[in-house]
């Protein structure tokens, strides 16, 4: 656990202003496996401690690697120094951010950081298993990564706070030679979430039944066939109705990005979807049950509650920091988040997600008659209009009710509120994911999800 150079600095902040000290570590660790070989051995660490002052609508920043009483009082300083200049040259005529309640949140989780050794046997026994018993894959590549996020927050106005936000995974890629000879690949995160290795990986056997799916998968998609382009009726499943949350929805509705010219600007309280579409950016708890990445305080030190953004296909708000929350007259629900300790906060997704609707999934592939069950990806863009593509790594046919033959590698593409405006049914299971790393600027980790949705998009083709 970080020690608390912070809290008893608090005299130093400056009256009249917004003040944050933040200490923050960020562990990282991988070890790659490519047939058998290690192909990546990696370890690292980012320490330090940074400072942020608000004062007449600009911010003062300053950070630095060492983390000493001395340090923690040089960055406020300098901070302090920054923000005061800013004031003096290009101040907005703001006063403080909006008074908030004094808090404290405190996260307990014992970071065992175990040896690289670990994370490489126990992908050695995986890669062992799968060279034994599929000798006809191409190749085939397996990953151990784990990485955290621990984070020590001071605040002169909010909830002060400790965060630990660990991550842990497997991913295991498989690669066939396909029926005209070319490659055939398909990718599987097996295993993990949030926690660390050892307590989320115990014995390599407990994942050879997901592996033989993977392999199972992977050979019906050999034989597989590409899908007719055109705009066609599909049902999303939760992965990539997932995607379509962080990507197509929830960038367009951060408020930096609105206030930047985002399609979600002129369509606040406006229909964007279809009366079934609903989707909020979780904190910490999703339908009674903790979220993959909990976050309960962001790094302004606003407690963090859950954002409504789409509320019966009606577009309700926006993701907020202080001040968009301000500037929108809306309440911040800790939005607010930064990579690393030199990094300043920015507007970011925490656990974004549709809700799950009534329709059993059976209920929704017998309905169609001619379509697509669109199951995995492993890319996805859009732009602040909304428009988004998205690549597909397996799928079936529908044909009459019924699946039919698997999908090469195809992708889907279309205009978000457009296309949730087509929504018609939405089933009652939801899936999540976190393994991935949302770029804005700056990289951070993220939980996204979602129920399987029947709608139209534009499928490409070969």
């Not at 944050?20 to 496996?33: I, K, P, S």
């Not at 923690?72 to 302090?80: E, G, P, Y």
């Not at 990806?377 to 039919?404: P, S």
């Amino acid at each position: 656990m970080i020690q608390d150079l912070l809290t008893d600095k608090k005299y130093l902040f400056a009256s009249g202003a917004n003040s944050e000290l933040r200490a923050q570590r960020n562990l990282n660790r991988r070890a790659v496996l490519l047939n058998g070989a290690l192909v990546g051995n990696v370890r690292t660490e980012q320490f330090g401690v940074s400072a942020r002052v608000y004062e007449n609508g600009v911010y003062g920043f300053s950070s630095t690697a060492e983390y000493t009483d001395e340090t923690v009082k040089a960055v406020l300083q300098a901070a302090s120094e920054n923000a005061a200049f800013l004031a003096r040259h290009a101040g907005k005529g703001k006063g403080p951010h909006k008074a908030m309640a004094p808090g404290s949140s405190r996260t307990a989780y014992d970071l065992n950081d175990v040896e690289q050794r670990t994370y490489i046997e126990f992908i050695q026994a995986l890669d062992s298993y799968i060279a034994g018993k599929y000798p006809d894959l191409v190749s085939r590549t397996v990953i151990a990564t784990a990485d955290s996020m621990e984070k020590l927050l001071c605040v002169s106005n909010g909830t002060d706070g400790h965060s630990v936000l660990p991550r842990s995974y497997i991913y295991v890629v498989m690669t066939v030679a396909g029926a005209d000879g070319k490659p055939v690949e398909l990718f599987k995160v097996i295993g993990g979430g949030y926690g660390t290795f050892d307590r989320n990986f115990s014995k390599p056997e407990s994942y050879y039944a997901e592996i033989d799916k993977l392999y199972e998968d992977l050979r019906q998609k050999a034989e597989g066939v590409y899908p007719e382009a055109g705009n066609k009726t599909v049902i999303l499943g939760g992965i990539l109705s997932g995607m379509l949350a962080h990507e197509a929805v929830g960038h367009t509705v951060e408020a930096d990005l609105v206030l930047g010219g985002s399609v979600a600007g002129p369509n606040l309280n406006k229909r964007v979807g279809s009366e079934l579409v609903n989707l909020v950016d979780y904190a910490h708890t999703a339908l009674g049950k903790p979220t993959p990445l909990p976050i309960y305080v962001d790094d302004e030190g606003t407690a963090a509650t859950d954002a409504v953004l789409i509320k019966d296909g009606i577009l309700v708000g926006y993701m907020n920091n202080r001040e968009s929350a301000e500037r929108f007259n809306m309440v911040p629900t800790g939005n607010a988040r930064a990579y690393l300790f030199s990094d300043e906060p920015l507007i970011r997704m925490r656990n974004t997600a549709v809700l799950p609707g009534t329709s059993k999934l059976e209920d929704m592939i017998a309905s169609i008659d001619d379509g697509y069950y669109l199951l995995d990806t492993n890319n996805g863009q859009a732009d602040t209009t909304g428009e988004f593509m998205f690549g597909v790594t397996f799928g079936y046919e529908i044909k009459k009710g019924k699946l039919g033959r698997a999908l090469l590698d195809t992708t889907i593409s279309g205009v978000a509120f457009d296309m949730l405006k087509t929504v018609d049914m939405v089933s009652d299971e939801m899936i999540w994911a976190s393994s991935g790393m949302c770029g804005k600027k700056q990289p951070m980790p993220v939980g996204m999800g979602g129920p399987a949705l029947k709608c139209r998009v534009t499928i490409g083709g070969r």
